[in-house]
């Protein structure tokens, strides 16, 4: 597994407006996108697993506590892997 990383984005003002961006962000192998919203502050989406994917998450209002673990065996994972925590 590739290690999970976070990707700086930035963002510039001027009198005409904002633009937000994350240049550093490769898109070559994105096959999807989605726009994920929640009803209320709080919710939790979790266990979100796929074997040959990769997930980009950006937080485009408020903030998100994102966590990535490799899961070494389908069946029976270990629990002792190392968990990677980004707040968004």
């Given at each position: 597994m590739e290690t999970p990383r976070l990707i700086e984005g930035g963002l510039a003002v001027d009198d005409r407006g904002s633009l937000s961006f994350i240049n550093d962000l490769d898109l070559d192998e994105v096959r999807r996108f989605y726009v994920v919203s929640n009803h209320s502050a709080g919710l939790v989406r979790a266990w979100h697993y796929h074997r040959h994917e990769r997930k980009y998450v950006v937080v485009l209002q408020g903030a998100a506590l994102v966590q990535a673990v490799e899961v070494d065996a389908e069946e029976a994972p270990s629990?002792?892997?190392?968990i990677h925590r980004f707040v968004l």
């Open positions: 629990r002792d892997m190392e």
